[in-house]
C-alpha cells in the first residue's frame, strides 16, 4: 500500500489543522493506521492510532485529548485532527500502516510509511 499524508502548515499556537493520509489499494480496511512525527535529532514518535476494525484508537499523552484520529474506509484515508496546538507539537509529521493490526506505538512494527508534512506551529 502507498500512503500520501498531506494537510500540514504553518499555524499560530492554538490554532487547528487537520492532517490527511491517502492510502492506495483495495485492502485498506484490513490495515491499522497510525501517525508518528519527528524533529531533528530526535526518533519519531508515536501520535495516534487507529486498529485495523476501527474500534480501537490510541493517543500519546502528549496530545490526548486535544488530538482526534479517524478512518474513511470508503475514502481509504484516515484523518488526524489536531487542536489546541502548541510549539512543542511542530514536527514532520508521517502516516503507517500496519496489517491486520492494533495500534503498536513502536513505528517498527509497521509495514508501510508515507511521506511525511510539516506541520509548524508559532508561538
Known amino acids: 500500500v502507498q500512503l500520501q499524508a498531506s494537510g500540514g502548515g504553518l499555524v499560530q499556537a492554538g490554532g487547528s489543522l487537520r492532517l490527511s493520509c491517502a492510502a492506495s489499494g483495495r485492502s485498506f480496511r484490513t490495515y491499522a493506521m497510525g501517525w508518528f512525527r519527528q524533529t531533528p535529532g530526535k526518533e519519531r514518535e508515536f501520535v495516534s492510532g487507529v486498529s485495523w476494525s476501527g474500534d480501537k484508537t490510541d493517543f500519546a499523552d502528549s496530545v490526548k485529548g486535544r488530538f482526534t484520529m479517524s478512518r474513511d474506509n470508503a475514502e481509504n484515508t484516515v484523518y488526524l485532527q489536531m487542536n489546541s496546538l502548541k510549539p512543542e507539537d511542530t514536527a514532520v509529521y508521517y502516516c503507517?500502516?500496519?496489517?491486520?493490526?492494533?495500534?503498536?506505538?513502536?513505528?517498527?512494527?509497521?509495514?508501510?510509511w508515507g511521506h511525511g508534512t510539516q506541520v509548524t506551529v508559532s508561538s
Open positions: 503507517a500502516a500496519l496489517k491486520y493490526g492494533m495500534v503498536p506505538r513502536e513505528p517498527d512494527n509497521y509495514d508501510y
